[in-house]
């Protein structure tokens, strides 16, 4: 046997390393030919229908300066939403949603790119096309190469949708959203090279995300310019940083491009040095025999991983937004419109009280995309058939639901409970009016959890409706109040009627009613479950 | 003897296609039954029904005597499965698996359980995503063997086993049967049921088109012959219980019944043999040979 027998391994000098990556797109864009156009779609008409909601709220010139003056001075508003650079309505268009879109972006391009790579490696589906004419770095550019589409394709449609604001400003907000885009598109590609899960991968990549959207509002809560390193580390500090319609730092743009090449390159190289299906924290060997005896215990075992991310992202965010709660007592000036926006989100009383119960709303909008995804580990686990043998035991299906809707339900006031501490700790005041905020948001968390319930409880199929309930009324907490929306759309989501805590009055009225409703879309749904072809 | 299993007139549409149109099934107490059918037959389907995870749109039917749908929870403390594609959680080990089964359905022998891991050369400690399709399956089988229960309902529980594998399995299924328990196994394979069930039922369409012992059913075992002769053949065509001949110059296919196959050998060899193979038919061709012609 001799040394040039094997080729070498790592090396990306082959010719044929791309081979197949055409074909691996054109495949890919066909797979996501619903959700990329959907995702930019609403991302694009989130951005495109700012510039007419801000006429509407602030009509005149002085008042928009106003609400830029006020950005300078208040750091906890500057927390939420970031410094305003220009109070042209393109300047406060970017400011207003540009993070948010940018967010968008980012959630889209890792789910991209982890559906494309580590998903189907895990799936087994990769063995299948490597074992085509495919070269070996062919599955990663091609899922890269699918997210720089959709992120080319959202940066196209809000520079040429906002050039009217000044065709300059337009084309570095388009470019700096998707390139926040691109930055964790790469990103997760490395995270793909180390789980062995697609799942983790998502979250991981997902937690990332967070953490650069929390160093943003703790920088832009120190500093008014967006100077401060924590903004800096971030890329949605970097989007800030570009000054869109502001006399554009096109210089920013550089730091895009090349936090995604250095990223893409080491996923590359990691790429290049595993097996296909293997991953840099590989499998360990488990116990031989097993502890779990019950249905709840399995539940507990399959979902106590994401309770506990969950729990510590909550605490930690908790603790950050806490700590800049202080600075709302910066306020000066007292522009109508402004504390009617923070009264509207927030409450009437003291501005810190406000924007404590802003964050609250936040957290309680949040868990509700938690307890959605937990509740949705019954769809898992009936549409990829692990349901089945469980159902084939001396197990009712009533049994098996309760183990994971316990953990969503009592999980989603876990983490509730657990944020409510991070921003007691962070803000260092009494805890009673903090947690009874906290837990307020519960009822409604409950019913956008409990309306996932009665869906899968229905058929599998509409599971998946109970996300665009979730992100609507994400959506309508976080855009509906600056846009001037009427209340009676603002009710829609069911945190629009909880009482506003700390600072407003309590309101038992609207509390037990979503309970109640809570309840009975769970009692429905069950009964729906019971009933229903088991699907295969 | 009271059933194991009593299926009669069971339907079972899925929107616009029909999975079960009328499907009768009997299984006696202590038996192993053979439910054969073609890929897409309803067989699976039937077992879900039976398993309380479908709903049958008519028809009735009866496991261990109860009704599978309103006492499933009940029923399956007796009832031991295995699906044909067995999936398992990712961050599970094998082991963990046997045992949270074996506590589902009330009780595992732990004797029986090592030693079948050792028969079935399982190693229960490597997680579920790392385990090839068959040895996800033996974690399922295993799970099954060694939990005390009354019925096995096995749907194609081979399908990744290698032949080593599938003699340990068939040496199982006998030693369940010794000990007096009910199964219903379901396959593709005619070879397998041939093997080991007492009774068999052959579905098809969803509907039961043959049910009976093997003897009962011998008139469906042809084999088909191959051969090269040295000389032309002569006779084949007036030997009874001969179907199918084609003749090439010296070359010779046919199938043949089984108490006929002396006959056709004689005449064969009569002619000269340089080679020969024979075989016995797939289910498929029983099918297309049967049933297909019936319609």
Known sequence: ?536 | MTKAITVSGLHKSFGRTQALAGLDLDVETGEVHGFLGPNGSGKSTTIRVLLGLLRADSGAAQLLGRDPWADAVELHRRVAYVPGDVTLWRNLSGGEVIDLYGKLRGGLDRSRRADLIDRFELDPTKKGRTYSKGNRQKVALVAAFASDVDLLILDEPTSGLDPLMEEVFQRCVEEERDRGRTILLSSHILSEVEELCDRVSIIRKGRTVESGSLADLRHLTRTSVSAELTGPPNGLASLPGVHDLDVQGHRVRLQVEADQLNAVLRSLTDSGVRSLTSKPPTLEELFLRHYQEAE
């Not at chain 1, 691996?24 to 619903?34: K, Q």
């Not at chain 1, 502890?291 to 950050?320: C, E, K, N």
């Not at chain 1, 009482?499 to 407003?504: A, S």
């Open chain 1, 1 to 536: 046997m001799t040394a040039t027998a094997l080729p070498a391994r790592a090396g990306h000098t082959g010719s044929r390393q791309l081979a197949g990556t055409g074909a691996l797109l054109g495949f890919n864009l066909r797979r996501d030919r619903v959700v990329i156009p959907a995702w930019v779609a609403v991302t694009a008409l989130l951005v495109l229908s700012l510039p007419g909601s801000l006429r509407s709220v602030y009509s005149t010139p002085a008042e928009r300066a106003d609400i830029a003056r006020q950005m300078l001075t208040n750091s906890s508003l500057r927390a939420t939403y970031g410094p305003v650079f220009s109070d042209s309505l393109g300047g406060l268009t970017a400011w207003r949603i540009g993070g948010y879109a940018a967010i968008l972006a980012g959630i889209m391009s890792l789910i991209v790119v982890v559906r494309h790579t580590r998903d189907e490696e895990e799936s087994g589906r990769q063995e299948l096309v490597s074992s085509a004419m495919v070269g070996r770095s062919a599955p990663l550019t091609a899922a890269l190469l699918t997210a720089f589409v959709a992120d080319s394709a959202l940066a196209l449609l809000i520079t040429a949708g906002l050039a009217g604001q000044g065709s300059a400003g337009a084309l570095a907000l388009g470019l700096g959203i998707g390139g926040v885009g691109m930055v964790f598109a790469t990103l997760a590609a490395i995270v793909a090279q180390f789980t062995d899960s697609g799942r983790l991968a998502k979250g991981l990549t997902g937690g990332l995300l967070g953490t650069a959207f929390v160093l943003r509002a703790v920088g832009d809560s120190t500093t008014n310019d967006a100077s401060s390193p924590a903004t800096w580390i971030s890329p949605i500090g970097w989007l800030e940083n570009l000054r869109p319609f502001a006399s554009e730092r096109w210089w920013v743009l550089a730091l895009f491009a090349a936090a995604a090449l250095l990223q893409g390159f080491a996923a590359y190289e990691l790429a290049g040095r595993r097996d296909v299906g293997m991953s840099f924290l590989p499998a360990r060997p488990g116990p031989a025999n097993g502890r779990l005896g019950t249905a709840a215990a399995l539940a507990w075992r399959l979902q106590r991983g994401a309770v506990l991310g969950w729990s510590l992202g909550f605490f930690a965010a908790g603790v950050a937004f806490g700590g800049i709660t202080k600075g709302a007592a910066d306020l000066v000036g007292d522009n109508a419109k402004t504390r009617e926006i923070i009264e509207r989100m927030g409450g009437q009383s003291g501005i810190e009280d406000a924007f404590l119960a802003t964050m609250v709303g936040m957290f309680g909008m949040l868990a509700a995309l938690y307890a959605v995804s937990s509740v949705l580990r019954l769809h898992s686990e009936e549409t990829t058939g692990r349901a089945e043998p469980i159902l084939a035991n001396a197990v009712g299906r009533l049994r098996w639901a309760a183990g994971h809707l316990t953990i969503a339900f009592a999980g989603a006031a876990l983490i509730m409970l657990l944020s409510g501490l991070g921003l007691t700790l962070g803000y260092g005041a009494e805890p009673g009016p903090i947690l009874a905020a906290t837990l307020v948001q519960l009822p409604a968390v409950w019913t956008l959890g409990a309306l996932a319930v009665l869906l899968h409880g229905l058929s599998p199929r509409l599971s998946p409706l109970s996300w665009a309930a979730a992100g609507l009324a994400l959506l309508l907490g976080w855009i509906g109040p600056a846009l001037n929306l009427p209340q009676t759309v603002l009710d829609i989501s069911p945190f629009g009627h909880l009482p506003k805590l700390p600072g407003g009055d309590m309101a038992w009225g609207p509390v037990t009613a979503l309970t109640a409703i809570a309840a009975a879309l769970v009692a429905v749904g069950l009964a729906a479950l019971r009933r229903r072809d088991l699907t295969t």
